[in-house]
Nanobody
């Protein structure tokens, strides 16, 4: 059994910062990638940022230069530092884990989501 625990959402004013954290625990042989997605009301879920097992990162165009994703491999934790937040960043943010519970087996797991609200 693998679990994801997200934390760090909340209400912030335009221009402010928030830090989201997601910790994975359980029967994990290898974490392959971790990512953050978001879904605003009435919109499709979109990639915010992703970090591979080797530390390579990619970001959604709308957050480049403002958000930074990082990971702690020893603790299977991924952090999303969000700066210069805008009302358009308001959404439910989901952590996604790509992992192997054993060799040559690949699974994904989504967190429960954490709400980020940016007031104007």
């Amino acid at each position: 059994q693998v679990q994801l625990v997200e934390s760090g959402g909340g209400l912030v004013q335009t221009g402010g910062s928030l830090r989201l954290s997601c910790a994975a625990s359980g029967s994990i042989f290898r974490v392959n990638a971790m990512a953050w997605y978001r879904q605003a009301p009435g919109k499709q879920r979109e990639l915010v940022a992703r970090i591979s097992s080797g530390g390579s990162t990619n970001y959604g165009d709308s957050v480049k230069g403002r958000f930074t994703i990082s990971r702690d491999n020893a603790n299977n934790t991924v952090v999303l530092q969000m700066n210069s937040l805008e009302p358009e960043d308001t959404a439910v943010y989901y952590c996604k884990l790509d992992f192997s519970p054993r060799l040559a087996r690949f699974l994904e797991l989504w967190g429960q989501g954490t709400l980020v609200t940016v007031s104007s």
